[in-house]
């Protein structure tokens, strides 16, 4: 990975750490894109040091805010004129409904909207740096979008609103491989396993009980990793696109996302809901 710049989004703690200091291992030039300056700084620290690669910077970003979103592509626009492996890790579940900033439901505004924008912000240098990958985080948990409710208003649960953004990541992450056909950069995305991780850090009571129980059974954020690390750095999938991975294989994701009508419908609203302001047709 020597001469690839990475940007990682969510990259101070879980499976988006261990995914950082695996590619800073093989000497990639890591961007960490994090929640909090202070958290970020320390796990920047900590993955210098047991990476022995310096060669790793910090981008603070709250992802449920797109003025945070526009400016963090700005700054990574402003260092880097080449992008060579975007990693859209970032991700939430909220047992209650939460509700942004811009008004948008904070689940699909973190886990779907933000990678939705900054993928789109960033396609520039990603096109620069051909040929390039982007790789989303997706899961296991997956649900059929209910475009007459996308953010929850009439009807809403945590797991409910977390499996449609993973859809709706899933089905943009195809309608992405077919607008970048033709320009070197590939779009997958992955499911990285039931991972031992604080992601359920916002839920309490029996929920927590249940899930702290299963903790052992569950993997290491470094088996999460290998997914994404494999999807980042291996010459044999540096033509495949538009596929959902789970083990570091390509598998079929559930039948909903493999809607194109539902795609193309998708990347309008989101274009709409983050303002793009560009013709995204014929640029991606
Ligand atoms: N763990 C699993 O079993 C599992 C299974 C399937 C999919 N996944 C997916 O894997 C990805 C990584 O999750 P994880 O399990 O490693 O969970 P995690 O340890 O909770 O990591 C999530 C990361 O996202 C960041 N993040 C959350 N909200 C953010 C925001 N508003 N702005 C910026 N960053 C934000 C967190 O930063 P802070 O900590 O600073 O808030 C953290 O770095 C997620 O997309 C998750 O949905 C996980």
Redesign the pocket.
């Known amino acids: 990975m020597k001469g690839k710049t990475v940007l990682i ?8 750490r261990a995914t950082t200091l695996a590619l800073a291992g093989m000497g990639a030039k890591i961007v960490m894109l ?3 300056r202070e ?1 970020g700084q320390k796990a920047m620290e900590e993955i210098k040091e047991k990476s022995d690669n310096p060669d790793i910077d910090l981008l603070v ?4 805010v797109q003025a945070d979103v526009r400016r963090a592509a700005a700054e990574f626009a402003a260092r880097y004129s080449r992008l060579h492996v975007l990693i859209n ?4 579940i909220l047992p209650n409904r939460v509700v942004t900033g811009d008004g948008l439901e904070s689940t699909l505004a ?2 779907y909207l933000a990678p939705f924008l900054l993928t789109n912000l960033l396609r520039d240098r990603l096109k620069a740096a051909a040929p390039a990958r982007i790789i989303n ?4 948990i997956q649900r059929a979008l209910d475009f007459a409710d996308l953010q929850g208003e009439k009807r809403y649960g945590g797991l409910r609103a977390y499996g449609e953004s ?1 859809t709706a990541l899933i089905l943009h992450t195809y309608e992405l491989a077919r607008r970048l056909a033709g320009t070197g950069v590939t779009a997958n995305c992955l ?5 031992r ?3 359920f ?1 916002h839920y309490t009571g029996l929920f927590k009980l249940i899930l702290s129980i299963s903790g052992p059974l ?1 993997r290491s ?1 470094e088996k ?1 990793a290998q997914t994404p690390v494999y999807l980042a750095s291996s010459p044999k999938v540096q033509n495949v696109t538009g596929r959902y991975f789970v083990n570091r294989r390509p598998v079929k994701s559930s039948a909903s996302t493999y809607d194109e009508s539902a795609a193309r419908r998708l990347w309008d609203i989101s274009a709409e809901l983050t303002k793009l302001e560009i013709n995204m047709e014929g640029t991606l």
Not at 9 to 16: K, L, Q, S
Not at 191 to 195: E, R
């Open positions: 989004t969510g990259a101070n703690t879980g499976i988006g994090c929640h909090t958290r970003a709250d992802l449920s890790n970032a991700g939430v973190v886990n985080v997706a899961s296991g993973k499911h990285p396993g039931d991972i991780t604080d992601i850090r569950m954020p999460g």
